[in-house]
Each structure stands twice: as C-alpha cells, then as structure tokens.
C-alpha cells in the first residue's frame, strides 16, 4: 500500500511537472507577441516553442503522468523549464525596452533559438528510441477537428501532423502526410492555415528528396494541391520547389513523374516562373519524357501533362527557339499520331500554341507534314475522338490563317470533305467546331466558296439557321451570306424552293428573331440580283414578311423591296416603297 501510494505521488508529480512547463511556454508564446522589437527573432523562437508543445502533446498519457520515471524525458523538461525562464525575462526586456544593447539582446535571443530547437532535436530522439510514435501501442494521433471546428483547432491539429512530419518514423510520417492531403483537399481553411505555420513549407520540400518513394508521392501531392493556389505559388517558387519537381522528373516513379508535372503546369501558368523551370533543366526533362512516345494509358497521360508544361514554357521567346532547336516540332507531330487520346490532345494544343504568331515556326511545322497529319485527324474513318477532332480544327485555321498557300494546300487533302461530314453527322461539340472551320474557310477565296458550295455547304447551314445556340446561328447565317455572294453559289441556292421560303419565314416580324435577322436580310437581299432568286422570293407566300420589315422602316427590308421593284417586276408589287 505504501508502495502503491509513493508511485502515486510519483505519477501526480511527474504529470504536474510536464503540466507547469507547458503551461509556462503556452504563457511564453502569449508574451512574446507583445514584443515589438526583434519580431523576426521571436518569431522563429515561437515556431520552436510550437514544435515543443505539439511533441509534449503527442506523448501518451503513461508517459505524461511518468515523466519522472524516464531521466531522459525528465532532464529535457527541467531544461525547457530553465530556457523558458530565461526567455520570459527577455521577453519583458523587449517589452519594457529595458536591455543594455540591440546587439547583447540579438545574441541572447540567438542562444534562446538554439537552446529550444536543441530541446526539440532532444525531444524527437527520446521518443524514437522509445518507439512512441510507431505503429504500436503509443501511436496515438489527435482527432481531425469537426467541420464546425474553430481556427485554434484546426491550428492545433496542423501543428500536430507537423510534428509528426518532423519526429515520427516513417510510416508515420506518410500516416501524417495522407491525413494532411486529406484536409487540404477537402477544406482550404487548412490550406491558409497550414501555409502560416512557420517551417511546414519547407518540411514538405524536403520530402521532396525524401529516398522514400511513398513519402516523396504523398509529399507532392501535397506540392500539387497548394499550388493550385494563385496566392502561394511564388512562396512555393521561393522556397525552392522547381529544383525538386525537376530531379523528380529526371528519377523519380511514375507517379511521381504524373504529380512533379501537374505541380510545374500550376507554377508555370505564370510565366515568371518559366525561366526557373528551364533553368533547372526542366526544358530537357519533359522533352525527354515527350520523346518517349508512351502509347499506354499511364505513359500516355504523362507525355500530355509534359507536353502541356511545354506548351506553358514556350510563352518565352528564347525557351521556344530552344525546343525547337532540340527537335520539339517533329516529336510533337509523331505524338499527334499517338493511339494516347491524352497525348494527341495535349500535342494538339501545342502545336497551335506553336504556329501562334511566328510565321517562320508555322513554316517548319507545314515543312514537317504538320497540316497533312492534323487534318488526317479529322478523317472519320481514323479513330481519334471527338475533342482530338475539335483540336485539330482550331489548329489548323491557327496553322493556315495568313498563308493562301498554306490554305489551298488544305483542298489536297480532303479538308473541305471532312468538315463537310462532320456539320452532318457529328456530335453538337464538334457540329460547333465545324460549323466554325466553314465561316473561316469560306472568308479565304472566292474559290474556296465555290467549291463549298458545290460540295454541299449551303443546305447544311441553312439547317444551322433555327439552331438552339445563338452562336451556331449566327455563324451558319455568315457563313451562308458569304457563300451565296458569288453567283453560281446563288443559282444553286434557289434551285430548292424550300430554301427562299426558309429563309423568309426566319424574318417573321412578329417572332423574336432580330438578333439574327439583319444578316438573314443580307443573304435575301444577295438573292435578289439573281433572276431565278427575284422570281422565288415574289412567288413566295412568306414575301408578306418583308413586305411588313419595310413598312416598319427596316432599312435592309426597304432596300429588298427596292431590289424586287425593278420595271420588270413592278406590277407584282403595289405601293409599299415610298422614300
């Protein structure tokens, strides 16, 4: 019994004894932000004096209530009980401007950092040797705060998987890490919160290098998260996360290959930081992996992550000519031939960022078969998808815009038949698509408007000219307009009656139609200098719409009528122009 009571006394005074040195940090830390001098000193102190409590936090109760029981766990506590002493008196000093000198304070607030991380380092080694913080009995971890939890509580709860990052062995540190990635996916309170915790940044940047392979994966994932972020991709950048991502790429898994690329494609959407990215050899590295040509479902899906952190790289003039240099425009047209959806897409798109602006690099990309590879993709007999199709039309008019020949050149290779097939039988995204690879064409050449009209053109937009989306009809109106100005274009035009009495009754002046009618008038009116067109617009029994158009001082409609009302026709039209 006396036995049982001594240990007791033992356990109380042990626990008291941890509970007075916390006490008085928590009292220190309070303290120390009413200093107004040395603030970067006390601040660095303070993440110390973070570290300490979070690991006298982790301890499990046996050996919070032992804590004499243990000389080691003992001696650091009497330790930081003396160094918090010493640094509560300080602290006062710089409260009450009471020091001898800047430079006396300077270095005994030094001595305090040291003194603290010290403890820390002490602190970590004590629990590893005593398995604390390992899969066994001792591993316990602080509850994931509620989603009603308050700013302290998520503070605590990342503090505390900080420290695990920092002294728990290694499963313990990916245990911390994936609960880490789960609360910064989920809530970004503890993204802000996390990235105003002094030293979490660059714990995660040394994970980077870790030699563990899951600790490295799990530690960008974090990377990739944070900088989704505008706010905190130039701390990321400043803390040194280029050099990593890069050496990951150069080394490191699939995976984390997969996650180093889409962390670089959030950092290098500003193009401050393309020239770090290069600097570090990051322009090699994903020409390395693009020229890899990877066909499966996970090679491909990295090649057209590195192919879209090139596209972000070559915003700078001197990093373009360097890819190009090395090669870049014939790996990318062999990756547009890729049986990797992922990897002709993102090739896709950096071509067309490619040809942006630079005749002389549109040159070598033609010179390259680039037109003839890009319009293959639209052939419906291939296998390429609907957005690779997509793509490949924007592409193009990138590619062709500004060169006639570059344009013509197009007819040898069934573009014209292509998109064509795709206004009659493809899905709404790419009807849009062609529809808008039409208007371009047909703003080239007269020529080229005389062979899409004799392909077929003219039925289709009339089609697109009752369409849902106010963009599909108005550019199925343009592109019809331009069409029918040439005049064999208007002759087979109204060879379909059904054709003038669509159209006419599109200009209803009782249906709200007018955001399109001014250019449904302009093609009437194209009709109108045709004799065929004259005759089926007068014999139309929609005519009375234009009638009215005029009547109401449509200016378009007046000059219809006035067209229509030409010595030979007069007599078919009574009394409606009188300007």
């Known amino acids: 019994m006396v036995e049982e009571k001594a240990n007791l ?33 006390w ?39 003396e160094t918090t002493d010493c640094s509560t008196n300080l602290a006062q000093k710089c409260i009450e401007h009471s020091y001898s000198g800047k430079l006396l304070m300077q270095s005994d607030l030094d001595i305090i950092f040291v003194k603290f991380d010290s403890s820390v380092k002490s602190l970590s080694e004590f629990i590893n040797s005593e398995g604390l913080l390992s899969n066994g009995n001792y591993a316990i971890v602080v509850s994931r705060p509620p989603p009603t939890a308050s700013r302290d509580d998520i503070q605590f709860y990342v503090k505390d998987l900080l420290c695990r990052f920092k002294i728990g062995r290694i499963e313990m540190k990916k245990q911390a890490l994936v609960s880490f990635n789960e609360v910064i996916q989920e809530d970004e309170r503890y993204v802000k919160i996390a990235m105003e915790i002094d030293g979490l940044v660059h714990v995660l940047m040394k994970f980077l290098n870790s030699k563990e392979i899951e600790i490295q994966e799990e530690a960008l994932k974090s990377v990739a998260t944070l900088s989704g972020f505008d706010s905190y991709k130039s701390l990321l950048v400043g803390t040194g996360v280029i050099s990593p991502l890069i050496r990951v790429l150069e080394t ?37 992996i693009c020229g890899s040509g990877c066909d499966d479902a996970a090679g491909g ?63 070598l990309i033609v010179n390259e078969g680039g037109i003839r590879v890009l319009v293959r993709v639209l052939d419906p007999k291939s296998s390429y998808s609907s957005k690779s199709r997509e793509k490949s039309m924007r592409a193009l008019i990138i590619l062709c815009s500004d060169s006639i020949g570059y344009i013509n050149s197009l007819k040898n290779y069934n573009f014209i038949d292509h998109i064509l097939y795709f206004l009659k039988n493809g899905e709404v995204s790419i009807q849009e698509s062609a529809l808008r690879a039409a208007f371009w064409l047909c703003g080239s050449s007269d020529e080229f408007k005389k062979a899409m009209g004799d392909a077929g053109f003219m ?33 087979r035009f109204v060879q379909n009656d059904q054709n003038v009495n669509f159209l006419l009754q599109l200009v209803n002046p009782d249906e709200g139609n007018s955001g399109n009618r001014k250019n449904l008038l302009s093609i009437i009116m194209s009709l109108t200098f045709c004799n065929d067109g004259r005759k089926k617009i007068l014999s139309s029994g929609y005519l009375k719409n234009i009638e009215k158009l005029a009547e109401d001082q449509v200016l378009d409609a007046k000059k219809i009528v006035r067209n229509l009302s030409s010595n030979r026709f007069r007599s078919m039209i009574r009394g409606i122009w009188h300007s």
């Not at 300490?52 to 330790?79: C, K, V």
């Not at 959806?341 to 005749?359: K, R």
Request: charge should be positive; aromatic fraction near 4%; glycine fraction near 6%.
């Open 9 to 41: 006394a033992g356990t109380n005074t042990g626990n008291l004894r941890l509970r007075h040195a916390t006490d008085q940090i928590s009292s220190l830390i309070f303290l120390s932000h009413s200093t107004k001098v040395f603030s970067s000193k």
């Open 301 to 363: 899906e990295l090649v057209g992550l590195a192919c879209g952190v090139l596209r972000n790289l070559i915003g700078v003039d001197e990093i373009k000519r360097f890819v190009v240099e090395e090669g870049v425009i014939p790996m990318s047209i062999k990756l547009v031939k890729s049986k990797n959806e992922a990897s002709q897409i993102s090739a896709i798109d950096f071509i067309q960022v490619l040809a942006s602006g630079n005749e002389f690099i549109r040159g």
């Open 252 to 288: 490191g898994s699939d995976l984390g290959k997969e996650l180093s690329t889409r962390c670089l494609m959030k950092v290098t959407a500003n193009s401050d930081n393309a020239w770090s990215v290069s600097a570090h050899g990051g322009a090699s590295a994903l020409l390395k």
């Open 459 to 491: 039925p289709e937009m009339v089609k697109f000219l009752d369409a849902k989306s106010f963009e599909a009809r108005e550019m199925a109106s343009e592109t019809l307009f331009r069409l029918v100005v040439v005049p064999r274009n208007q002759k």
């Open 43 to 81: 601040k660095v102190i303070r993440s110390k004096l973070d570290e300490i409590l979070s690991i006298l936090a982790s301890l499990p109760p046996e050996i919070q209530a032992s804590a004499d029981n243990h000389p080691t766990l003992s001696g650091i506590i009497r330790s930081i009980k």
